[in-house]
């Protein structure tokens, strides 16, 4: 056995000598030190907070996968809304479950103007003028099938889906909605929704597109929330993008800010931050990652079992889409951490 010696003793050199007397701990030695340098915050200004209609009055359903969220009539939704204004969040985003009778082949019960998603957004811009409304204009709500588009033998057809998001975007426009959120991925859309909006009268009505909407297994709970999980048959995949992709996702981003989006969103949020911090440093727009249903589960759950610090572990993670590059985001979490904020 030949033993190894060492040329020099361990530690010949000073960390000193090693770093040139750079010591990035210095910084970080006391609490006072750590908030003077600290590069990004989480407001309650950051906050969009995504919420679940149904039918009837009086109505609250809770949503298994999904602790501590609810599937709300529209008069208690109108109270969360008052409860949001008051916490100072700036804007929800509404997601109908819409009776199943109601749902078909084309999802024609989004150009119904007085549909579950229109009486909200009337009821809210009535009681809460000052919070603003972002609807979604996907059809995947209205569809027998799940799919965010019409289904013609075994395709969803993007020109004939695009027209049908774009008529439904002006009936949401009407009932008082202020910014357009299409979900649906199909070529187009922005383009069109923006001139449908424009001819008829509503300039001011601002688009935040879901540019970069990737087909993801973390969208399993909302699809409980909304009803669509035993509909869909197949995945999405011909029409959201690639989850290998990133090219691909500016491509999209460009698209849709050249078609006349106000507003880009990325999504699902935390598995994504390096789309986010791509499209920031490319196109510096407004930008917002939208922290999915399996996001908020997965903390829910871990923090349930005790695994891990569940409040912890939620403002860590907002906080990453503001380190990332991100103006705000959606997400569930919204009003829990806006009192947290608040205290
Ligand atoms: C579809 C839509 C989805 C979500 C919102 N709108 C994805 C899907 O069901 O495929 C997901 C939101 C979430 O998971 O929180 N237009």
Redesign the pocket.
Known sequence: MNKFTPAKPAGARSVDEITGSRRLRRMRKADWSRRLVQENRLSVDDLIW?IFIIDGENRREAIPAMPGVFRLSIDLAVKEAERAAKLGIPAIAT?PNVEMGLRDQTGAHILEPDNLINRATRAFKAAVPEIGIIT?V?L?PFTSHGH?GILRGGTIVNDETVAQVAAAAVLQAAAGSDIIAP??MMDGRIGAIRDALDDNGFQDVAIMSYATKFASA??G???EAIG?QGLLKGD?KTYYIDHANSDEAVREAEQDLAEGADMLMV?PGLPYLDIIRRLKDEFRVPTFA?Q???EYSMIKAAGANGWIDGEKAMLESLLAFKRAGCDGILTYFAPEVAEMLKG
């Open positions: 995504p997601f979604d996907a995947d965010d979900s649906d973390f969208y709970p909302y699809r669509t999405k999504k939208y999915v249903s399996g």
